[in-house]
C-alpha cells in the first residue's frame, strides 16, 4: 500500500456541516444557508449588475454583497437570505424529508 493510498473512508449523509461535526441543528441552518447564498451569487453574477446594483436591490450596502460573495455566511440569518433571494425573484422553498 502506497503512503497516498486511501485508508479510511466515512460515508457522507449530504451535509457537509454535519460530517465536520456541527451540531445537527447548526449543520441544518448551515446547510440551508449555504445552498441560499451559492444561489444568491449564482443569481448575482448571471444579472451582470455590479455590487451596488444588488445592494440596492436587496437594501443593504455594496460591502454586504461582498460579504456573501466572500462566503461569510456567519453575517446572514436564514431570513435575510430569504429576503435576499425574495427581492432577487427567485423563489426559495424548503422541502421536509424524514430524519
Not at 14 to 25: H, R, W, Y
Amino acid at each position: 500500500m502506497s503512503e497516498h493510498s486511501i485508508k479510511h473512508v466515512t460515508k457522507a449523509d449530504g451535509n457537509v456541516f454535519a460530517d465536520l461535526g456541527f451540531d445537527p441543528i447548526e449543520a441544518a441552518s448551515l446547510k440551508l444557508r449555504a445552498e441560499l447564498a451559492a444561489e444568491l451569487n449564482n443569481w448575482a453574477a448571471k444579472s451582470g449588475k455590479t455590487q451596488t446594483a444588488i445592494g440596492e436591490i436587496w437594501g443593504v450596502t455594496q460591502g454586504r454583497v461582498s460579504d456573501l460573495k466572500k462566503g461569510k455566511l456567519r453575517l446572514f440569518s436564514l431570513d435575510m437570505l430569504v429576503t435576499f433571494a425574495a427581492k432577487s425573484g427567485l423563489n426559495p422553498a424548503i422541502t421536509f424529508k424524514a430524519a
